[in-house]
C-alpha cells in the first residue's frame, strides 16, 4: 500500500483549459516533492478534462483526476469537498485551477506548519497577473496578524489568498456548503473561528485576474449587475454562518462576533433591496450582543464599515430613548459620515 503524502494540493477545476497548464506546470515545479495532486473537474464543457488526465498519465501516483457522477456540474464547494473527500495527505493546500503556485510555495508552508504546532492554518498574499499571465499591481490578499480577533476581520474583509491547513483541523470543520458561490468566505470564517491561524510574508503565487474570475476580489469593471449578483452571493454566506452560529457551542463564535454577523447579514438585505428582512437582524445582533448598547465606540465603527444609512437607522431605533447616544462624540461623528445627518435632520 503506497505510504501517504505530507500535503494534498486539490484543484477544482471548471472550463480552466486555458489556463490549467500553467497551474499544473507550477505545482509540479514545487521544490518540495512529498504532494499529491487531487483534481476534480466540475462538469467542464471545454477540454477541462482532457488537459487534467494528461497530466495524470504523466505524472503517474502523483495525480488522480476524478469527475462527478454523470460528469455534472455542482458547484465550486461540492467540488472542493469531494477533493477534500479523495485527499490522503496531512496538510491541505488548495489551488484555483487559473493561478500559479511559486516554486517554493510548499516548501515555505509546510515549514511554517512544521515548526508552529500551536497554528491550524496559514495564509498569505498572491501577486496579480492578467489573463496573459503579465504581472498587475497589487497584491490580493492581506496579513491580518495585527488584527485582535480574525473572525471579526473577515466579516468585515474577506480577502485570504494561497492557504494550507491540517487536514484533521479541515475535517473538524467540515464540508464547504454545498451550492455556495461565496463557500470560501463561509469556511475561512468557520475556520478562523475554530483555530488559530498565521501569515506568511512573501508572495506564495500568482492570482488571476480575467472577465470570468468570480473570487471575492477582482480588479475588473463591476457593473450594476455584477455587483448586485455579488451582494446575493455574499448574502448567501452570512444567512449560513448567521444559521450555524446559533447552534455552535462553546467559543466557536463569540457574542460579539455573533452580533456582528448579524449586522452583516442586515446590511447585505438592505444591498439586495430586501428592507424588511434588514431590520430583524439588526434586533438579533443586540440580543446576540446586548454589550453594543453601551459598546458605541465599536458599534459606530460597524456601521460605518457597512455604509449604509439605513443600517445607522435601524440601530438608532434599536438603541432607544431617550437618546443616549447622541452625547457620544465619536458615534455621532461616524454616524454623520454615513449620510445620517440628514436623516436625524428629518426626524
Given at each position: 500500500?503506497?505510504?501517504?503524502?505530507?500535503?494534498?494540493?486539490?484543484?477544482?477545476?471548471?472550463?480552466h483549459?486555458?489556463?490549467?497548464?500553467?497551474?499544473?506546470?507550477?505545482i509540479?515545479?514545487?521544490?518540495?516533492?512529498?504532494?499529491?495532486?487531487?483534481?476534480?473537474?466540475?462538469?467542464?464543457?471545454?477540454?477541462?478534462?482532457?488537459?487534467?488526465?494528461?497530466?495524470?498519465?504523466?505524472?503517474?501516483?502523483?495525480?488522480?483526476v476524478?469527475?462527478?457522477?454523470g460528469?455534472r456540474?455542482?458547484g465550486?464547494?461540492?467540488?472542493?469537498?469531494?477533493?477534500?473527500?479523495?485527499?490522503r495527505?496531512?496538510?491541505?493546500?488548495?489551488?484555483?485551477?487559473?493561478?500559479?503556485?511559486?516554486?517554493d510555495?510548499?516548501?515555505?508552508q509546510?515549514?511554517?506548519?512544521?515548526?508552529?504546532?500551536?497554528?491550524?492554518?496559514?495564509?498569505?498574499?498572491?501577486?496579480?497577473?492578467?489573463?496573459?499571465?503579465?504581472?498587475?499591481?497589487?497584491?490580493?490578499?492581506?496579513?491580518?496578524?495585527?488584527?485582535?480577533?480574525?473572525?471579526?476581520?473577515?466579516?468585515?474583509?474577506?480577502?485570504?489568498?494561497?492557504?494550507?491547513?491540517?487536514?484533521?483541523?479541515?475535517?473538524?470543520?467540515?464540508?464547504?456548503?454545498?451550492?455556495?458561490?461565496?463557500?470560501?468566505?463561509?469556511?475561512?470564517?468557520?475556520?478562523?473561528?475554530?483555530?488559530?491561524?498565521?501569515?506568511?510574508?512573501?508572495?506564495?503565487?500568482?492570482?488571476?485576474?480575467?472577465?470570468?474570475?468570480?473570487?471575492?476580489?477582482?480588479?475588473?469593471?463591476?457593473?450594476?449587475?455584477?455587483?448586485?449578483?455579488?451582494?446575493?452571493?455574499?448574502?448567501?454566506?452570512?444567512?449560513?454562518?448567521?444559521?450555524?452560529?446559533?447552534?455552535?457551542?462553546?467559543?466557536?463564535?463569540?457574542?460579539?462576533?455573533?452580533?456582528?454577523?448579524?449586522?452583516?447579514?442586515?446590511?447585505?438585505?438592505?444591498?439586495?433591496?430586501?428592507?424588511?428582512?434588514?431590520?430583524?437582524?439588526?434586533?438579533?445582533?443586540?440580543?446576540?450582543?446586548?454589550?453594543?448598547r453601551?459598546?458605541?465606540k465599536?458599534l459606530?465603527?460597524?456601521?460605518?464599515?457597512?455604509?449604509?444609512?439605513?443600517?445607522?437607522l435601524?440601530?438608532?431605533?434599536?438603541?432607544?430613548?431617550?437618546?443616549?447616544?447622541l452625547?457620544?462624540?465619536?458615534?455621532?461623528?461616524?454616524?454623520?459620515?454615513?449620510?445620517?445627518?440628514?436623516?436625524l435632520?428629518?426626524?
Amino acid at each position: 500500500m503506497p505510504t501517504s503524502p505530507l500535503v494534498s494540493v486539490c484543484i477544482p477545476s471548471y472550463n480552466h483549459a486555458r489556463y490549467l497548464p500553467a497551474a499544473l506546470d507550477g505545482i509540479f515545479a514545487q521544490t518540495f516533492r512529498d504532494f499529491e495532486v487531487v483534481a476534480v473537474d466540475d462538469g467542464s464543457t471545454d477540454n477541462s478534462l482532457e488537459i487534467l488526465n494528461d497530466y495524470a498519465r504523466k505524472h503517474p501516483g502523483m495525480m488522480r483526476v476524478y469527475t462527478h457522477t454523470g460528469h455534472r456540474n455542482l458547484g465550486i464547494s461540492a467540488t472542493d469537498n469531494r477533493a477534500i473527500q479523495e485527499a490522503r495527505g496531512i496538510y491541505w493546500c488548495p489551488e484555483d485551477s487559473d493561478d500559479i503556485s511559486y516554486p517554493d510555495r510548499l516548501q515555505r508552508q509546510v515549514s511554517m506548519l512544521e515548526s508552529r504546532p500551536e497554528i491550524g492554518w496559514i495564509y498569505g498574499v498572491s501577486d496579480y497577473i492578467d489573463q496573459q499571465g503579465k504581472p498587475l499591481p497589487g497584491q490580493y490578499g492581506h496579513d491580518l496578524s495585527s488584527c485582535p480577533d480574525l473572525v471579526e476581520e473577515l466579516i468585515l474583509h474577506p480577502i485570504i489568498a494561497p492557504a494550507m491547513i491540517r487536514m484533521n483541523l479541515l475535517r473538524e470543520t467540515g464540508p464547504f456548503e454545498p451550492g455556495m458561490m461565496r463557500g470560501e468566505w463561509e469556511y475561512w470564517i468557520r475556520l478562523a473561528a475554530r483555530a488559530p491561524a498565521a501569515f506568511m510574508p512573501g508572495a506564495a503565487g500568482a492570482h488571476r485576474n480575467h472577465a470570468s474570475n468570480t473570487s471575492l476580489c477582482s480588479l475588473q469593471h463591476e457593473t450594476p449587475e455584477r455587483l448586485l449578483q455579488d451582494y446575493k452571493w455574499s448574502l448567501e454566506v452570512f444567512i449560513s454562518l448567521c444559521r450555524k452560529s446559533q447552534r455552535a457551542g462553546g467559543q466557536f463564535f463569540s457574542p460579539r462576533n455573533r452580533a456582528l454577523l448579524e449586522l452583516k447579514r442586515a446590511s447585505l438585505h438592505l444591498l439586495v433591496r430586501d428592507k424588511h428582512a434588514a431590520r430583524p437582524a439588526v434586533e438579533v445582533a443586540f440580543r446576540r450582543d446586548p454589550s453594543l448598547r453601551h459598546d458605541l465606540k465599536n458599534l459606530a465603527r460597524y456601521l460605518k464599515h457597512f455604509g449604509s444609512a439605513r443600517l445607522c437607522l435601524a440601530a438608532i431605533q434599536e438603541l432607544g430613548f431617550p437618546p443616549r447616544w447622541l452625547g457620544d462624540a465619536d458615534f455621532v461623528s461616524n454616524l454623520l459620515r454615513v449620510g445620517v445627518g440628514r436623516i436625524l435632520a428629518h426626524s
